[in-house]
Each structure stands twice: as C-alpha cells, then as structure tokens.
C-alpha cells in the first residue's frame, strides 16, 4: 500500500533561518507526491508535486522539495523562513492503485517559526 | 483557477438533527469528489469517494447511512451527518478532482465546515 511518513510532530526554526519538513514515502511504483499546507481552521492548499523529472521541484511561498529515490524521501525545504510559515504541512502520495485517484496523507508536522 | 468552495464554514446544531454540507466547483467539472474528516491535531481521514452521478464509495468504518453523500452534478458534492451526535463534531473538508488546466490527477480542497453538535 502507499504510504508516507512525517517522523516530526513539530520543527521549530527562527525566522531567516533555512527549514526542513521530512517525509519519507513507500510506494509501489513510480511516486506522485504532494505537500500540502493548512493554516487553523482552513483547509489545504497546495504547495508543490513531484510527478517526473527533475529532482527539486519548487513550488508556492518560496517553498521548495527535494525527491530522492535512494532514501525514498520528499523533504520540503525553504531557505529563509517566514513567521507566517507558521502552519500544519502534509505529505501525501497518490494511491495509484486506486481507481478514484485518492491521496494518502501523513500525519502532519506543525512548523512553527519565532521571530 | 481550480476553486472549491464549502457551505457553511460552521455551524452548530442539536443532537438529533440533521446538517447538510455542501461542496462545489466554481471554475471546472469535478467528476470525483472527496470528502474527509479531521480531528483537532490530526491528520485527515477520508470518509469517501464520489463519482458524479454515481454512488459514494465509502471508507472501511464509515457509517453510509449516517453520513450521506450525494454528488448530482459536475460541480455540486453534498454531505448530510443525519441524526448527529457530539462524537460527530470535527472539522469536514471536501476536495475536487477533474479537468483543470489537463491536470485530471490533483485534487483541489475546499476550506472546510467546522460542525459542532450540542
């Protein structure tokens, strides 16, 4: 089955500061993977997706996600935060096998960012 | 381009009643759509699929009978939590899926109803 996985609750950067978002994946097949970002009581909005090609691929908000194959990961990057980065993040892979094309999310990494 | 409205963004309602969510497509035909359920801190859970014009597919531990989905038309998905109970206050989010821009794979997510039963 796909899966992905987001090893951190939470990651604390200060403003300026480069941050990282981890997400590694288990897929059968090629991968289509997805970050997604919520703020409170809103829903989803999307940020970038890794289909084909090229590795790093750079998507809303300055963000940015790095596909490697060897370590089956998906990090998302930026490299100077923001205080409004401040958000929930979610990595989520297609479920190919699934006719309906239905994404399979992580668990979430709240970012918070101090000025 | 590619929005997804929902209607209402909250509500709240007594134990027993009936609330009727609504979801659409404002810029393209959705031929799926996706409605899910997230607790406060957690990640989202979908409940089902739907196919305009066809019956919901519902996730193993739905309840069908209680959370009815209707999706008559290319830009309209509707979630109905009958007899609702406090258990069934969460934040419910829909997303869309069609044509848009030949991306037929991405689903587009609406902003979410904060139901709250009493």
């Known amino acids: 089955a796909q899966s992905v996985a987001q090893p951190e609750d939470q990651v604390n950067v200060a403003e300026g500061n480069p941050l990282t978002v981890k997400c590694t994946y288990s897929v059968s097949g090629n991968p289509y993977l997805f970050w997604y970002v919520q703020y409170p009581n809103r829903g989803l909005q999307f940020l970038l997706k890794?289909?084909?090609?090229?590795?790093l691929v750079k998507g809303s908000y300055g963000f940015e996600a790095e596909f490697n194959k060897s370590q089956t990961s998906f990090h998302l990057k930026k490299p100077s935060a923001l205080v409004s980065d401040s958000a929930l993040y979610f990595c989520?892979?297609?479920?190919?096998?699934?006719?309906?094309?239905?994404?399979?999310f992580g668990t979430g990494t709240r970012l918070l960012v101090s000025p | 381009g590619a929005v997804v409205s929902q209607h209402p963004s909250w509500v709240i309602c007594k134990s027993g009643t009936s609330v009727k969510i609504e979801c659409r497509s404002l810029?393209?035909?959705?031929?799926?759509m996706f409605w899910y359920r997230q607790f406060p801190k957690q990640s989202l859970m979908l409940m089902a699929t739907?196919?305009?014009?066809?019956?919901?597919?519902?996730e193993q531990g739905v309840e069908k009978d209680k959370f009815l989905i209707n999706h008559a038309s290319l830009t309209l998905s509707t979630l109905t939590v009958t007899s609702a109970h406090p258990e069934d206050s969460s934040f419910y989010i829909c997303?869309?899926?069609?044509?848009?821009?030949?991306?037929?794979?991405?689903?587009?997510f609406g902003p979410g109803t904060r139901l709250t039963v009493t």
């Open positions: 739907s196919n305009e014009g066809s019956k919901a597919t519902y």
């Open positions: 997303s869309a899926s069609g044509t848009f821009r030949r991306a037929s794979y991405e689903q587009y």
């Open positions: 989520a892979v297609r479920d190919i096998k699934s006719g309906f094309q239905k994404l399979v």
């Open positions: 810029d393209f035909q959705a031929t799926t």
């Open positions: 890794y289909i084909t090609g090229d590795n």
